[in-house]
């Protein structure tokens, strides 16, 4: 794809960035992200991002994942998390075999997934797939998802096996979301539970194993010949939690900005009318976070340019690369969180208020940050 045609998308995302901003108060209220932000999001392209081009995707890398997400969290950290999902699951269902993608995509192109990755629930084989029944925990955006991706245990292939970890896929209309999403941080995701009380039938097609998904060669490799696709999952999957943090706390850093430079100090005691950017610990705060963003920035985009080179390459993603990007992936989130706190701490009074953007950013980096 196009250079251009990214820049497209980006811009399309920068115009919604003032509806989104003015939308987060009222989105952690509802816990979720609106259906019309979501109608929105999706009427710019968005969620096409990295969508196998046979399904009217973009097909674009990690790298540009990437920037999308900074740009959207930079507005809303939950909605940032939401829509870096419901990117980063078009991929993901492109590793699916091909008769699974058309499921998905038959009825519109525009269908999203939510999914939960700890493996959980019963299952057992039947002829042809699996029988699955269970809950599941945190399926951020699951309100707005067509179709839900879970964790399973499925039973070992030949007698005396261990058990194959992976991934079972089915429409949302199957399961119903128990109400469950109370959070202090990333509180407007929606990442409640899914519950499948009566059993129901997952076929062949649309199970993906862990091993799959961490082979470079899944399914969806066969017919969606992209680089992209080639990727293991875990190399650069977990971007997807870690940098709509980083998007959140660069938006944090430029409303602390835009407030020091136009804010005078009220000195209830003594040492009233200074201007709060002339402190030397404020312009330090922000020097500071500025500096752990920037490492951020770099740390994440270097492992997801290299390992996308690789791929095109046709090279193998080796193991020390896969754990130096999950290193970097909990570094990135780490420094994303040190960074909001900075500014947080340098708001004063008026940071503590709700309508506060910089306070949402910091709950928000922090819950980012405590993800396993």
């Not at 309508?355 to 950013?361: E, K, L």
């Amino acid at each position: 794809p196009s250079r251009g045609a990214c820049a497209e998308r980006r811009a399309r995302a920068e115009a919604l960035l003032p509806e989104i901003r003015a939308r987060a108060p009222q989105t952690e209220r509802d816990r979720r992200v609106s259906a019309e932000m979501t109608a929105a999001i999706r009427e710019a392209g968005i969620y096409k991002l990295m969508q196998p081009a046979r399904f009217g995707g973009y097909e674009y890398g990690f790298s540009e994942f990437i920037e999308m997400n900074r740009t959207v969290g930079r507005a809303c950290g939950s909605t940032g998390w939401c829509t870096a999902l419901g990117i980063i699951h078009q991929w993901f269902v492109g590793l699916f075999p091909l008769e699974a993608q058309e499921e998905v995509w038959a009825r519109s192109v525009d269908e999203i997934t939510a999914v939960s990755y700890a493996p959980a629930g019963k299952v057992r084989a039947v002829p042809g797939g699996w029988m699955i029944s269970g809950k599941w925990s945190w399926l951020s955006n699951c309100d707005n998802s067509q179709w839900y991706m879970v964790g399973c245990l499925f039973p070992p292939e030949t007698d005396g096996g261990k058990p194959v970890p992976g991934f079972a896929l089915f429409p949302a209309s199957q399961a119903r979301i128990v109400d469950d999403w109370y959070a202090t941080g990333l509180a407007g995701t929606g990442s409640k539970s899914i519950e499948v009380a009566e059993e129901i039938f997952v076929p062949q097609h649309r199970r993906l194993t862990f091993a799959e998904a961490s082979s470079g060669a899944a399914p969806g490799t066969a017919v969606n010949p992209s680089h992209v696709y080639r990727i293991p999952f875990l190399a650069c999957v977990p971007l997807c939690l870690a940098t709509p943090g980083l998007g959140a706390a660069e938006g944090a850093l430029e409303d602390f900005i835009d407030m020091a430079s136009g804010r005078t100090t009220r000195g209830a005691i003594a040492g009233g009318g200074n201007r709060m950017a002339d402190f030397a610990q404020v312009q330090a705060r922000i020097g500071d976070a500025a500096a752990a963003l920037d490492a951020a920035h770099l740390l994440v985009s270097r492992d997801a340019r290299e390992a996308e080179e690789r791929a095109a390459r046709g090279e193998t993603i080796d193991v020390p690369m896969r754990i130096r990007n999950r290193r970097d992936h909990a570094y990135c989130a780490k420094l994303a969180a040190q960074a909001a706190a900075a500014v947080f701490e340098a708001t004063g009074g008026a940071g503590l208020m709700l309508d506060s953007p910089i306070q949402r950013a910091w709950r928000d980096t922090h819950a980012i940050a405590r993800h396993i």
